[in-house]
Structure formats: C-alpha cells, structure tokens
C-alpha cells in the first residue's frame, strides 16, 4: 500500500473563497470563456469536414457552441462569421405545420429547414454588409425589402421566420413582385392556383439559395445550432423525429454542396447542429450510419482531458484571486502531488482504493463534465472552512447527494426517449437487487420479463453506461470503450454514480 502524501499548507483564506459553485449549463455560465479548455473538437469544426456535433448530455456540446459565438469573425473562428442559432422558447408547434405530406416523415420537413437555414442566413448577408457601409445589389435590396414586408422586420432569426403563417409569406412573396423581377420568382410563385404553400417556400428558399451563393466569395459563414432537444418527448416522439430527420438532411445537403472534400482548406458555409448522442441514434433518415462515420464528431471525454477541463478553471479562478488579493496569496498543493492536477485542491494525495481524489470523481461518473462540476459543487457545499483545502471526508459526505443529482440527471435525459419503459422502472428494478454486481437471472427474477424484453432493457442500460462488464481486472463501460460488447453471460455492474442513490452495496449475491 502506497502512502498517502500531505502537505501542510497555510492560507489565511478557504478554497470556497476563490473557487465558486459553478453553473451546471454552459448557457447560464457567465464566466465560462475565462476557463474554456480549446480541445480538438473546435478545430474538427473549423478546419475539418466534419459538421454534426453530438454527445451526451453534460458533454460540453453547449460550451463549444459558445465558445465559437465568442469568437465571431475572429482567428478563434477561423474568421468565420458565426451565425448562432438555438431553440430555446422556439415555436416547434408553428414549424410542425411546415411539412410536405407528399413524402415520407424523416424528408418531409426538409424543405421548410431549408426555408428557415437560407432565410436566416441571407438576413445576416445583408446586415453585416450594411455593417460595413457596403452597397447591396438589387436583388439583396430587393430581398431586404421582402422581409421587412413579410416579417415586419430587418433582422431575421429562427422565431420570427416560424411566426408568420404560409399562407401569408407566400401571398407577400408573390404580391410584392419587385423581389422576384429579377431572379425569376415571377414564374414560379405567380401560379397560385398550382402551388402548396409548402411549394411556395420552397421556391422561395431556391432563390435566397442563389442569391446566397452569388455572395459566398471572401466571407465565410458557420451556423451553429442548438438546444434542439429541449421540446423532445416520448408522447411527441415520432413528430419531432421527423422533424429533426428532416433537418439533418438538409444539413447533409448543404454542407456537401459547400464543403471542400478535397482538402482541409476553409470552407465557405458550414451548418453544424449540436444533438444528443441518444436522440440521434432514434433518428431515421437515408446514410444516416455513413453520416456518423464521415461527418459527426462525437464528443468523448478522457481521464486527462476531464482533469485538464477542471483544472483550467482551478488555474484561471487561483490567478485571478492571487492577482486581485497578493497580500492574501492562496497556495494549493504543489505539482506533481498526486496522479492529476485538479487532486491539488484536496489535503491528500489518495483516498479509497488507493486512488487520487479526482480519479474517485472520475470513478463515480459517467465521464463528462457535468459530472464532474456536480461532483465538486457538493464537495463545496459539505465542506468545513476548518481546512484551507478540500479533504477526503468532504469526498465521502458528497457521495449521496452527488448520487442522487446524477439519477435526476439522466432521468431527464432517458425518460423521454423510453416510450415503452419506464426510466424509473428500471432504476427501480435495479434497486431491487440491492447489489451493484449481479447476474442476468438475477435481473430477470427482479425485473418479472422475458427473456428477450429483459435482454432489451439490459443492453439500453449498457449502452448508455449505467450497467458496466469486467473486462481484464477492471470493469469497463460503453463512454470508455464505444466497442464494447454486451455479454449476458458474463455479471453486470452497476456504476458508481448510482450506488448510494440505488441503495446499493458492493459485491454480488
């Protein structure tokens, strides 16, 4: 057995004097660009052919959509102009009404995507060029004027495309006939009597489509969307597949027509949508496994680069504080202390099982940086001001509420995806078993199935990392090992994020 290192360390002030409670959502975090770890993923976006972001809840998909609406036109974009674009309070309702019932579900809501991305994007054309005083051509005032007449406004985002009616943005478009003189809207939009409304837009988004490329020369421009999973639900759930379907394939269409396939060189325009690992794997739509392989980027997090995301706030947060009170100085423990940096804020080197403080975090989660700012939000709240530093008693007495946040997490992520199961159900079934390590017999006994319902249930708590197998001497999940196969042969475990909220101890029966 190692021995355990400590330091003696004298501050006149507590750690919860510099290091906050930190915000568990990247969009209520105010200083999250003071700490922001620039990992790979941002470059795959700006520089790669990658364009469909997906990840886990709690992965950091929303900090990286921040991140690059900070950098706006700047090297940190790759001087793209970046066109955010998010979902939050957006009216599904009006959009589900945009929908060609002449095809299938997973297309037919690609052409009012289509509307909607080409709209937005021609509306920030026209506005950063009169940012720079430059002359629009006559199509792009014509263009303009068309949206002051059907949107009552000149600056177009995804709410107010959405709040006006078909019916009324066809009749401007086809009434207000000085926007299509040019471009030829005359001939496709003047014939009432043939065209949907569905039809009309689509006409429309052809030429805002035209007009778009006529302008994408020097300017660049990357629409990043986001919090579309925020209306998903299990009573909803094929609509809103069908919806989000359709947009992926629009996605898939543009950025092939724009992306340079044949060098890492920057490209003009780029749509990359931000979705949930989960909600994407329950989508339909054609090469969607070609789509994933080629053009996503998932986001996967290691022990290293979890300790790195930390321990970049514990860095920025010490400097500031150590700036701002120099005759207050705040030490941590000194490098290398224990196995990872973001150990140094705690009094010791190991804990339980002979592990750093933060490998016991890492050992307790699924992963991602949610988890982990949970983690060290409970710490925070547990602990004594006796000590400077954290300590391995804040660890332990963090343990069950830590637990019981994790639970109500997932729960929001899963259950609205598990339309016949209950979430809670098998949260409930794996209670039963009071053990963290148990058998296939074992489940079924509790869970009252057969046999293949209970394989079903068992392989979506696999896949999602609740459920773990041994692989070696450790016990391995999916989040560490994508390929890694279920083996109902073989005992599950429960992960340790869940054992004090399950009511769980270790071994098996």
Not at 145 to 156: G, M, T, V
Not at 232 to 241: K, L, P, Q, V
Not at 379 to 385: A, D, L, P, Q
Not at 459 to 478: D, K, P
């Amino acid at each position: 057995m190692s021995k355990v290192q400590t330091q003696n360390i004298e501050n006149r002030d507590d750690i919860t004097q510099w290091l906050p409670k930190f915000s568990i959502a990247a969009e209520s975090d105010g200083k999250l660009m003071d700490y922001f770890l620039k990992t790979d993923y941002v470059n795959h976006i700006l520089y790669d052919n990658e364009w469909l972001v997906i990840g886990r809840k709690g992965s950091g998909k929303t900090a990286i959509f921040k991140y690059l609406v900070s950098q706006d036109n700047k090297e940190g974009a790759n001087y793209y102009s970046v066109i955010p674009l998010t979902f939050e309070s957006y009216p599904w309702k009006i959009h589900r009404k945009y929908i060609d019932n002449k095809l299938p579900n997973k297309t037919a809501y690609k052409k009012s995507w289509k509307y909607l991305l080409y709209t937005v994007l021609l509306s920030k054309i026209i506005q950063l060029k009169l940012s720079k005083n430059e002359q629009l051509s006559d199509e792009l005032a014509r263009a303009q004027a068309f949206f002051e007449q059907a949107y009552s406004s000149k600056i177009i985002d995804t709410k107010n495309v959405m709040s006006q009616g078909l019916e009324s943005v066809s009749s401007v478009a086809i009434s207000f006939l000085g926007i299509g003189a040019t471009v030829g809207l005359d001939s496709s939009l003047q014939k009432k009597d043939e065209l949907d409304d569905i039809d009309k837009i689509d006409a429309i988004s052809a030429i805002f489509e035209s007009l778009v490329n006529q302008e994408l020369q020097e300017d660049k421009y990357l629409i990043l969307l986001d919090q579309l999973d925020e209306v998903w639900s299990a009573d909803e759930r094929g609509t809103y597949r069908g919806l989000l379907s359709g947009l992926i394939a629009e996605c898939s269409e543009i950025n092939n027509s724009h992306i340079n396939n044949s060098s890492k060189q920057s490209n003009s325009l780029k749509v990359c949508p931000f979705l949930r690992t989960e909600i994407y794997e329950d989508l339909d739509f054609n090469d969607k496994n070609k789509t994933r392989e080629d053009s996503s980027i998932e986001i996967k997090w290691t022990a290293n680069s979890l300790d790195n995301m930390f321990f970049s706030r514990v860095n920025a947060l010490l400097n500031e504080w150590n700036q701002e009170n120099p005759e207050r100085e705040f030490a941590i423990q000194k490098e290398p202390f224990a196995s990872d940096n973001s150990s140094r804020i705690f009094n010791q080197s190991s804990v339980r099982h002979q592990i750093s403080p933060f490998k016991h975090i890492l050992r307790m989660s699924f992963y991602r940086p949610r988890d982990v700012i949970i983690y060290m939000n409970k710490i925070r709240e547990v602990h004594k001001s006796e000590t400077c530093l954290y300590t391995s008693a804040d660890l332990r007495a963090a343990e069950q509420s830590y637990s019981n946040s994790v639970f109500n997490e997932l729960n929001d992520e899963f259950s609205a995806l598990e339309t016949d199961t209950n979430f809670e159900e098998l949260m409930d079934t794996l209670s039963k078993m009071h053990r963290q390590t148990f058998k296939f017999c074992d489940f079924q006994t509790a869970y009252n199935k057969d046999t293949q319902n209970c394989k079903d249930k068992l392989e979506f708590l696999f896949n999602i990392s609740i459920l773990g197998q041994r692989i070696g001497r450790n016990w391995s999940y999916r989040f560490d090992d994508p390929g890694l196969n279920i083996d109902f042969a073989n005992p599950f475990y429960v992960n340790p994020a869940l054992k004090n909220h399950l009511h769980l101890i270790e071994g098996s029966k």
